[in-house]
C-alpha cells in the first residue's frame, strides 16, 4: 500500500472571495463556455444577451420605445429609453453581485435576465465597462476595468431617460 502524501488541510487553505472574483475565477458557472466568438454558444454572446435582456425588460414593462444596439469589432454599446437605474444605484447595480430591483415584484412582474447576476458578470468579464443612466433631467455613470470602479461621474443631462451601457470585449 503506498503512503498517501500529507495535505496540511485547515483553516489557512479556506478563501473566501469576493463576487469580481469568484466570477473572474468560475466563469463557467455565469457564463458557460467562454470561447472566442466562433461557436453561438460562446460566452460572449451571453455577455451580450444579459445587457439586451436587461433593455427588453424595459421595453416589455412599457417604459421604453427604443432598443439601440452598436457593435463596433470588440466594442459593445446598448441603450434603452426605460426609466434608468436609479442614478444612487448606478454602482452597485452593475457590481454587487445579488443587487437588483427585480427581486421586487412592485417594480418588475417578470424578467428575462438573471436576476442580480448578469450585468455583475458583464462588468467582472469585459475588459472595459461603462455604465450611464439618465433619469429625470440628471445622469449618474460609472467606468470600469476588469470589473473595479475606476471613475464615477454624475451631473445634469438633455438625454431621454434610459441607461446605455458600452463594454470591449478584450
Sequence with gaps: MSEKT??????????????????????????GRIGN????????YILLKEVIDNAIDEYIMGFGKEVEITIDGTRVAVRDHGRGIPLGKVVDCVSTINTGAKYNDDVFQFSVGLNG?????????????????HRDGEYAEAQFK????????SGKTKEPNGTHTNRLLK
Design 6 to 31: 500529507k495535505h496540511n488541510y485547515d483553516e489557512s487553505k479556506i478563501k473566501t472571495l469576493s463576487s469580481l472574483e469568484h466570477i473572474r475565477l468560475r466563469t463557467g458557472m455565469y457564463i
Design 146 to 153: 476588469v470589473g473595479k470602479l475606476k471613475k464615477e461621474d
Design 117 to 133: 447576476v448578469g450585468t455583475k458578470a458583464v462588468n467582472a468579464l469585459s475588459k472595459a465597462f461603462i455604465v450611464r443612466s
Design 37 to 44: 466568438g466562433n461557436h453561438y454558444d460562446d460566452g460572449c
